[in-house]
């Protein structure tokens, strides 16, 4: 009697194909447009996915910090009672909602969200007076659908401009870090260091920036609950970088800088939420520059000394299946160097060795993750000289490009775990050597008013 309990059971649940859920939509975000093709089929019936803004006399929702468990608080014991027996019948899973749910939880650290989000499997119930205490563990997509095929891509588009629409138009998506509207330029100064207490250095990065113009994507396919075929990533990508460390010393000095900094959700550094029936999805992009090197002057000046880069990328993007594994697209980028200096003071002279990591992270929740770097960096010698009012620089430039990335979904037995990360791998380097940049050399600048600003030597900020 066991065994033929234990057939009829399996064999309910091999039968308990669900809904499903075809078609496309396309929305607005930050000036993009964001479009998302899928046919997809629930795993089971549509009834046992709870949204949690649906939950009736629902109050307060709390989260913990490891996804084990929620606290839901009801305006009475009724509505408590009810709700328990509904989640111990299990199978279920609850979403969310932009009335509950749980602030996202990045991956690298960054200023937090008001984004909400919700997907979580639950095993079990336990009431203590009007509030629920729920077990419970992230949710993956392969559980949830049995078969879905999802494509996503975004892109600059008219009808979601923020803008006029100009002959210069261009229709790829801007991601960036401390970028300007166009994705082109920096959109102010960064602070990098200041002798605390003193106006003897005090360093800023006023063109220290990374946009990089593309159309994203991602295609997602599950049979079966498992993971059969992904790709992500862009094309016709175009990054657009700057590195300009403008430094003010009041006397000979040299000075080590490391600042790391994160940036939140902004127009250039999305978080985007949709549905696919009662299911959410959410990706976002995270982005980090450090900024490590040293600065010697020797004598009281004031110099900015770089350059703005572009390199021309092209098609990058990343792909697994279980036959093939990892696949990615091979780089060449095109590069164009604009030396960018300028400064006030009598003669001195300066070096300056500093390289910069942007990282670009395209994270969709449950799903998979694909990192995107570009580490340029420059070893400079410049030149004041108060005769012939000019101050010069010379030196060396190198980049590298290095991508890693990560799968979140069930994969078939006979694939081993560690081959869903790939890297960090590197795709493209290049060292070159600067032609000669020089500007007018101003007068000595006034002695700089005594403040202190973010960022302390040796200090990680």
């Not at 729920?134 to 600059?156: M, Q």
């Not at 580490?375 to 590298?400: A, I, W």
Request: aromatic fraction near 12%; glycine fraction near 8%; charged fraction near 15%.
């Amino acid at each position: 009697q066991l065994f033929a309990l234990a057939l009829f059971v399996s064999g309910t649940s091999a039968a308990a194909e669900g809904p499903a859920f075809r078609g496309s939509q396309a929305f607005c975000k930050h000036g993009q447009k964001h479009v998302v093709v899928f046919d997809t089929v629930l795993d089971g019936p549509e009834e046992r996915i709870v949204q949690i803004d649906s939950l009736q006399g629902l109050t307060a929702a709390q989260c913990d910090n490891d996804a084990s468990a929620l606290r839901l608080t009801f305006k009475d014991k009724l509505h408590a009672a009810y709700y328990l027996i509904k989640f111990n019948l299990g199978h279920q899973y609850l979403t969310g909602g932009s009335g509950h749910g749980c602030k996202l939880t990045m991956t690298r650290e960054r200023e937090e969200s008001d984004e909400v989000f919700l997907l979580r499997r639950v095993f079990s119930a336990l009431q203590r007076g009007s509030s629920l205490y729920l077990e419970t563990a992230r949710a993956k997509y392969d559980e949830i659908f049995r078969f879905a095929t999802i494509n996503y891509g975004a892109f600059h588009h008219e009808d979601c401009a923020t803008q006029a629409v100009t002959e210069t138009w261009d229709s790829r998506a801007c991601v960036g870090l401390n970028t300007n509207g166009t994705c082109t330029k920096a959109d102010q100064s960064i602070p990098v260091y200041n002798t605390p207490h003193s106006n003897v250095v005090n360093v800023t990065c006023d063109s220290c920036f990374v946009g990089l113009k593309a159309n994203f994507f991602f295609n997602i396919e599950i049979a079966n609950r498992k993971l059969v075929g992904f790709q992500g990533g862009f094309t016709n990508g175009t990054v657009h970088g700057g590195i300009s460390l403008m430094t003010t010393v009041s006397r000979a000095w040299n000075v080590g800088v490391d600042k790391t900094m994160p940036i939140a959700d902004d127009a250039s550094n999305p978080i985007v939420q949709f549905n696919i029936g009662p299911v959410p999805f959410v990706f976002w992009f995270e982005l980090q520059y450090e900024v490590f090197g040293g600065l010697t002057l020797d004598a009281a000046a004031s110099a900015a000394v770089g350059a703005n880069i572009r390199h021309h990328v092209g098609d990058c993007w990343i792909k697994w299946d279980p036959e093939n594994r990892w696949q990615h697209s091979t780089i060449d980028p095109s590069t164009e160097l604009m030396p960018a200096v300028r400064g006030t003071g009598s003669s001195f002279y300066g070096n300056a060795n500093v390289s910069v990591t942007y990282s670009i992270l395209f994270f969709v929740n449950h799903l998979f993750s694909y990192s995107f770097n570009f580490q340029p960096g420059f070893s400079l010698g410049f030149t004041g000289d108060s005769e012939l009012k000019r101050l010069c620089q010379t030196g060396s430039y190198g980049v590298n490009f290095y991508t890693e990335s990560t799968l979140y979904l069930n994969y078939p037995w006979n694939v081993i775990p560690a081959t869903v990360t790939w890297g960090p791998r590197n795709l493209w380097a290049l060292n070159r050597t600067l032609l000669e940049g020089c500007a007018q050399l101003g007068p000595p600048a006034p002695a700089p008013q005594s403040k202190v600003t973010a960022g302390v030597e040796g200090i990680t900020v």
